[in-house]
């Protein structure tokens, strides 16, 4: 239920007070892709940095993942799910066509007072999702919230398609957000942007309105998803540069006021690229795609638990959010943690 009275105090701040990440158990590593496709370990280890990823059973779906996600981050901020006032799930794999996959997250955390909707902003997602959540909390109109980013793309993936299937894995990461006064830490800003013109990079075309279930696709690979991997090598790597520097200019901020830059996992060579273009020593740098593959909307979050949870990231650290995917979107977060 949202707030009916808004407290527009300019001392309002929408601090990160939990985190929780989940992973289904199975692995398939890069010697198991090796019996699928014509493959190797050596070659998607050079190309990409990725040694394994975890796949979700028939079992487990986005809603699972999130929920057991949202469980530990909450537990982490000590806040009971009945105090929530509002979950967003980023996510390009939902539950369902509808209802939203945060409705079923917020059927099974019995989050009774939150409202619940997801976002389609592919790898950006839970970067939008950020965003759009501070402003809330900022305006008063919000008290807590989570925002989580889940996915099991193993279940879009062709395992036929060798340049494809290397790439993604499943996992859920979540953070809660609490308004605090006064707490002189939070989100500091953000930046996003989109372009449409280049939706033909990544997508997965079946079965929306343009390509509806009730006709035969011209193609049946368009149940999966499809990428043009070099394009999005090369539009990731300025996009995140961009935004970064956005970021550190807006804030008035060096390289040395940050702890850490958590970007999307999307391959260890884009990330290593786009930080020596901007000068981020290694050490600033954080990359867990070698356990994961390439998560979408989790892989932020995740990797952000995982920074926490190892004590890489500290109270009071500032830390830089950034991803770059689907639509194309990108976006970045500073956050003062
Ligand atoms: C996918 C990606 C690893 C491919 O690497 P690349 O260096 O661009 O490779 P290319 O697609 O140019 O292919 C080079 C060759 O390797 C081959 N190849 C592709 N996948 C292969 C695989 N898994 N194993 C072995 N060979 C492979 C290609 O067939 C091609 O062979 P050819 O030269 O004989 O035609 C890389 O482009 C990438 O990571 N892109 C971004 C990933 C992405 O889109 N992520 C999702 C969005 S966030």
């Given at each position: 239920m949202e707030k009916k009275t808004e407290d527009r105090s300019p001392t309002n701040r929408a601090v990160i007070t939990g985190c929780g990440s989940f992973v289904p158990s199975k692995i398939l590593t890069n010697e198991d892709l090796a019996r699928m496709v014509d493959t190797s370990d050596e070659w998607i280890n050079s190309r990409t940095g990725i040694k394994t990823r975890?796949?979700?059973?028939?079992?487990?779906?986005?809603?699972?993942?999130?929920?057991?996600?949202?469980?530990?981050?909450?537990q982490?901020?000590?806040?009971?799910?009945?105090?929530?006032?509002?979950?967003?799930?980023?996510?390009?794999t939902p539950e369902m066509v509808f209802p939203s996959t945060a409705c079923f997250v917020q059927q099974a955390l019995g989050a009774k007072k939150a409202w619940a909707f997801d976002i389609g902003a592919a790898c950006s997602g839970f970067v939008y999702s950020l965003h759009l959540v501070h402003q809330l909390i900022e305006n008063g109109r919000l008290d807590s919230a989570l925002v989580i980013g889940a996915e099991t793309l193993t279940k879009i993936t062709n395992w036929k398609?060798?340049?494809?299937?290397?790439?993604?894995?499943?996992?859920?990461?979540?953070?809660v957000l609490q308004r605090k006064q006064n707490a002189g830490r939070g989100i500091l800003y953000s930046t996003v942007g989109a372009d449409g013109t280049f939706w033909e990079a990544l997508n997965c075309q079946a079965y929306g309105s343009?390509?509806?279930?009730?006709?035969?696709?011209?193609?049946?690979d368009k149940v999966y998803m499809q990428i043009k991997g070099r394009e999005v090598y090369q539009q990731a790597v300025r996009r995140i540069v961009d935004a970064v520097t956005d970021c550190l200019e807006h804030c008035g901020l060096t390289l040395d006021d940050v702890a850490m830059v958590i970007s999307h996992q999307m391959n260890a060579r884009i990330i290593e690229s786009a930080a020596k273009r901007l000068n981020l020593p290694e050490e600033k740098v954080f990359i867990n795609i070698q356990n994961y593959g390439n998560t979408s909307a989790a892989s932020v979050p995740i990797a952000f638990d995982e920074c926490v949870r190892?004590?890489?990231?500290?109270?009071?650290?500032?830390?830089i959010f950034v991803a770059f995917g689907a639509g194309v979107t990108w976006g970045a977060n500073v956050i003062e943690f």
């Open positions: 975890h796949l979700t059973s028939d079992e487990e779906s986005t809603a699972y993942l999130a929920t057991e996600a949202a469980k530990r981050a909450l982490y901020a000590g806040l009971d799910a009945e105090d929530l006032g509002l979950i967003v799930v980023a996510t390009i398609d060798r340049s494809s299937c290397i790439l993604f894995g499943d996992g859920a990461g979540a953070v343009r390509h509806p279930v009730s006709r035969p696709l011209d193609n049946p190892h004590s890489k990231i500290k109270k009071g650290d500032i830390v």
